[in-house]
């Protein structure tokens, strides 16, 4: 399924006079509005591969219809946002989830979509059918060598399948931990899981990264093995330069001061990226935006400050991707949104006084530091994030384009109403 581009411009057309009156008004108060735009169009947010069908949880699932039901599939689906926002110009592969059976042409079709490859995922937190050893107690944490091997050999292999697709980072998220005191030996869990990490890092290309994401907890609910930004900061730092840490927003404790940590990550040089989504209480992967915008907004201003002080490029120094679960929404509808919240906070993060900021912190005037955050976090930025949009060949409007062009009703048409996409 495609939105063709004269539907895309016939509805630009429909909205243009109301775009530009917005738009004009926003950009009269933003001095370096070509900057903005620029940075905003180069800005690009990847998509998970595991995220294109409904999600559910152990209470239940209820699809939606229309789901992918093969990577070529999921693929389209994320061309078509692509084609939509011009901002979700990458997807990232969970495998086994999402095996490129025929690397070369997986390739190929990407890029028909003009998308890339963004991290790869390994999984050792389920057991497939064919596997010989259990991950019920851990993978690269478990007592048992032979679960460990299992466990490395996995990754390398995710790693293989990565340099097919010409990505060029893994994600390696371990569910390793505990659920009960005395279940595990801290310091020998540890121990044995670096050593697990340092021989996938081994097979790492030169160019590779390696994100250790950490998780506070669940499936695990004692201890997870890497527990917290220390702990995988510790992991990143022992096993070389080319592993960071990747920060999940939904992977902390509640009240968790995550633009903190993410200030101090990206001064030590070891904040790799980022999994977006909202949460109000634990790994909710909830729409990026949609529970405290304020704290991504908080988060983006810091990035784009920390970023900045160390000159690095904000589109492709940092690895931006979503991890979120749709149970109650159309998942494409969902990632639209998450993506435009991603966008807004990083525009009004851009409008912020800096230099007005730093004297107003040098001269301890909190209310004027409050105040110019605050002026950026309430100008309504979206004509600026539209208009990136426009000048990419996208749409104003993509979620009102997608419901008038009936993409939904379309996809179901073409897939069944009962397909079941891979993945959570
Ligand atoms: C773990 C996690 C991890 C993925 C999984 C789908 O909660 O955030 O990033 O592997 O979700
Ligand atoms: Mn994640």
Redesign the pocket.
């Known amino acids: 399924m495609q939105v063709e581009k004269y539907i895309i411009e016939g509805h630009n057309n429909d909205l243009l006079t109301q775009h530009t009156r917005k738009f004009d008004f926003v950009a009269a108060d933003v001095p370096n509005v070509k900057t903005v735009i620029q940075k905003l169009r180069d800005f690009q947010v990847a998509i998970?591969s595991?995220a294109l069908g409904t999600g559910g949880t152990r209470f239940g699932r209820f699809s939606g219809g229309g789901e992918p039901r093969s990577i070529e599939e999921k693929i389209e689906d994320v061309g078509l946002l692509h084609s939509l926002n011009q901002s979700g110009g990458a997807i990232s592969l969970?495998i086994p989830w999402d095996v490129p059976e025929n690397a070369q042409a997986i390739k190929t079709l990407a890029a028909q979509h003009g998308l890339r490859f963004d991290a790869m995922?390994s999984?050792t937190?389920q057991d497939q059918k064919d596997q010989q050893h259990s991950y019920k107690f851990g993978s690269l944490q478990h007592v048992d060598k032979a679960v460990r091997k299992q466990a490395i050999e996995h990754n390398i292999d995710v790693i293989k399948h990565g340099v097919e697709l010409g990505s060029d980072s893994i994600?390696v998220?371990l569910?390793d931990g505990s659920c009960f005191p005395g279940q595990l030996n801290f310091r020998k869990a540890f121990q044995r899981t670096l050593e697990g990490l340092q021989e996938i890092y081994a097979a790492l290309p030169a160019n590779w990264k390696m994100f250790v994401?950490y998780?506070a907890f669940?499936p695990n609910f004692y201890s997870m093995t890497v527990g917290d930004w220390g702990q995988s900061l510790l992991y990143a730092t022992k096993l070389g330069p080319k592993a960071y840490t990747l920060v999940?927003l939904?992977?902390h404790l509640p009240n968790a001061n995550i633009e903190q940590i993410v200030a101090l990550l990206l001064n030590e040089g070891k904040l790799g990226g980022f999994?977006f989504n909202d949460s109000k209480y634990g790994?909710d992967?909830l729409t990026v935006g949609s529970i405290n915008p304020y704290q991504l907004f908080l988060i983006f201003n810091e990035l784009v400050e920390g970023m900045d002080a160390r000159s690095m490029n904000h589109a492709s120094d940092l690895g931006w991707m979503i991890?979120a679960s749709h149970n109650v929404k159309d998942p494409l509808e969902d990632l639209l949104q998450s993506v435009e919240a991603i966008k807004i906070a990083y525009a009004q993060a851009l409008l912020v006084d800096t230099k007005a900021l730093q004297q107003a912190q040098d001269s301890n005037d909190v209310a004027r530091a409050q105040e110019i955050l605050q002026q950026a976090y309430r100008t309504d930025v979206r004509p600026l994030v539209a208009e990136a949009r426009l000048q990419a060949g996208g749409a104003l409007q993509p979620l009102a384009l997608y419901r008038s062009a009936k993409v939904r009703e379309q996809l179901i048409k073409d897939r069944g109403q009962k397909t079941v996409a891979t993945?959570?």
């Open positions: 998970p595991w969970h995922n999984n937190f994600t998220w569910s994401e998780k669940e999940d939904g992977h999994h790994d992967d991890d993945g959570l």
